[in-house]
Nanobody
Framework: VQLQASGGGLVQAGGSLRLSCAAS????????LGWFRQAPGKEREFVAG????????RYADSVRGRFAISRDSAKNTVYLHLNSLKQEDTAVYYC?????????????????WGQGTQVTVSS
């Protein structure tokens, strides 16, 4: 499985971005897809996840109500819509695939990782 994350950039607080994660491989279409982020000096953390069928989503408390994850199976792409951005959302965002359909927020549960895309929120 190869993952390609894109869509990051510089945005003002209160603004929006849409991140994309394009992937290949059967594992992607059946696996659980997660978005993580890592801010400078901090550990990588779970942000949002979506099941293989796209019917079940999970969010970290810090982003619930502001971010939305969606999945387009026909395009083998998962999106993360970032709304009402705050400066504390500044980080490198990564997409990752977990083999199997069960939800997990643990980094160790994910086998395949994309290269990351930078999101910077200015005041």
């Amino acid at each position: 499985v190869q993952l390609q994350a894109s869509g990051g950039g510089l945005v003002q607080a209160g603004g929006s971005l849409r991140l994309s994660c394009a992937a290949s491989g059967r594992t992607f279409s059946r696996g659980y897809l997660g978005w993580f982020r890592q801010a400078p000096g901090k550990e990588r953390e779970f942000v949002a996840g979506v099941s293989g069928a796209g019917g079940t989503t999970r969010y970290a408390d810090s982003v619930r109500g502001r971010f939305a994850i969606s999945r387009d199976s026909a395009k083998n792409t998962v999106y993360l819509h970032l709304n009402s951005l705050k400066q504390e959302d500044t980080a490198v965002y990564y997409c990752a695939v977990r083999v199997g359909s069960a939800y997990s927020s643990a980094l160790s549960a994910y086998t395949y990782w994309g290269q990351g895309t930078q999101v910077t929120v200015s005041s």
